[in-house]
């Protein structure tokens, strides 16, 4: 799970992507949200936008973006049986294909996120 941040505000009030990502099957879901989401907020998004789809991850590997290090974030992963884990390498691949399409599409990159997490997951990876 990552956020990209920092984006121009979007039509309906976003600046911020969150992707969270399949180890296995490396699918992605990215999600508009605001850097100024409470946690409660973006623990509901959780459950509607990634657990109605996949269910309970066994784990979760994080940026140690300060959302998720919070303790509020670590008793809600506890209470729903998730171990939280954090990653110790950065990845600024996504961030910056984000990025990029962000300000291609200007202000209307909203419109387009859906498009670009269509061809993200619909690419060929190298599995070594």
């Known amino acids: 799970m990552d956020f990209v941040s920092g984006l121009p505000l979007s039509p309906k009030k976003k600046d911020a992507i969150w992707i969270v990502v399949d180890r296995l099957t490396k699918s992605a879901q990215f999600i ?72 291609e599409f200007e202000g209307n990159w909203e419109k387009y996120l859906p498009l670009v997490e269509f061809a993200y997951n619909n690419k060929t990876f190298n599995r070594a």
């Open 32 to 103: 508009l949200v605001r850097t100024d989401y409470s946690l409660n907020r973006l623990a509901k998004m959780y459950i509607a936008k990634i657990v109605r789809l996949h269910g309970l991850p066994v784990s979760i590997i994080s940026n140690r973006d300060p959302r998720f290090t919070s303790r509020f974030w670590k008793k809600l992963q506890e209470a729903l049986g998730t171990k939280l884990n954090f990653s110790m390498a950065f990845h600024p691949q996504t961030d910056d294909m984000l990025r990029c399409c962000v300000l």
